[in-house]
């Protein structure tokens, strides 16, 4: 399979992008040399593969979750710069005054 200039010159004008003529011949080129390196898969037998909905069999692996201790909230906040009660205080981000 190969393409032609004429069919590099569609794709280019479908992908909205402009060519020069030099880019245009180059394109051509590197193209169908890509498309006879991918014609060489057709060379291997796979008659006996199985069919792979991805090249690398995995499985999820859950961990259960485990109540762990956490720092204490007055020691959290032992350090802060600006803090409420409970929180830590910061500068508003989003939105006006």
């Known amino acids: 399979m190969s393409v032609t200039r004429k069919e590099i010159e569609h794709i280019a004008e479908l992908a909205r992008l402009q060519l020069k003529e ?3 011949e ?3 080129l590197q193209l ?3 498309l006879d ?3 060489k898969l057709n060379e291997l ?4 593969v199985k ?3 991805h090249p690398v069999e995995g ?3 859950f961990r259960e979750d485990e109540l762990k201790p956490s720092v204490d909230r007055e020691e959290a906040l032992k350090n ?4 409420n009660d409970e929180f830590f205080k910061v500068p508003k981000v989003i939105g006006g005054d």
Request: glycine residues 0%; negative net charge; proline residues 8%.
């Open 26 to 28: 180059e394109y051509t």
């Open 37 to 39: 390196y991918v014609e």
């Open 59 to 61: 499985e999820n692996v």
């Open 22 to 24: 030099n880019e245009l």
């Open 45 to 48: 037998d796979t008659k006996n």
């Open 80 to 83: 802060a710069p600006s803090k």
């Open 51 to 53: 069919p792979l909905s």
């Open 32 to 34: 169908n040399k890509i």
